[in-house]
Nanobody, 125 residues
């Protein structure tokens, strides 16, 4: 049974940092592209970042580029999202996902096979 378990969310002040983790089990971690999506209240789920299975290249939404970093530890079957300089608009539930999208579909949530349960991030003073 595939399980993706996120952790690391919480409440942080604007300008602060958080590191999210997503640990996978029940699948071969290295054969998947890994991504983070987020969903704010009343809004659609949106792409945040991805790290591809081939070569480990990374991709980011324009809104987080330069502030967030996605990485993975194959030995631990874990993908991370380091979030710096957080803004109130970063608030939402953050989900990790695994899939095998082609490059042009990397940002499409429907392409991903497996999802975690989500972890809440709140940025507020």
């Amino acid at each position: 049974q595939v399980q993706l378990v996120e952790s690391g969310g919480g409440l942080v002040q604007p300008g602060g940092s958080l590191r999210l983790s997503c640990t996978a089990s029940g699948l071969t971690f290295t054969t998947y592209t890994w991504a983070w999506f987020r969903q704010a209240p009343g809004r659609d789920r949106e792409f945040v970042a991805a790290i591809r299975r081939s070569g480990g290249t990374t991709h980011y939404a324009d809104s987080v580029k330069g502030r967030f970093t996605i990485s993975r530890d194959n030995a631990k079957s874990t993908v991370y999202l380091q979030m710096n300089s957080l803004k109130p608009e970063d608030t939402g539930i953050y989900y990790c996902a695994s899939g095998t999208p082609i490059l042009s579909a990397l940002r499409s949530s429907g392409i991903y096979h497996h999802w975690g349960q989500g972890t809440q991030v709140a940025v507020s003073s």
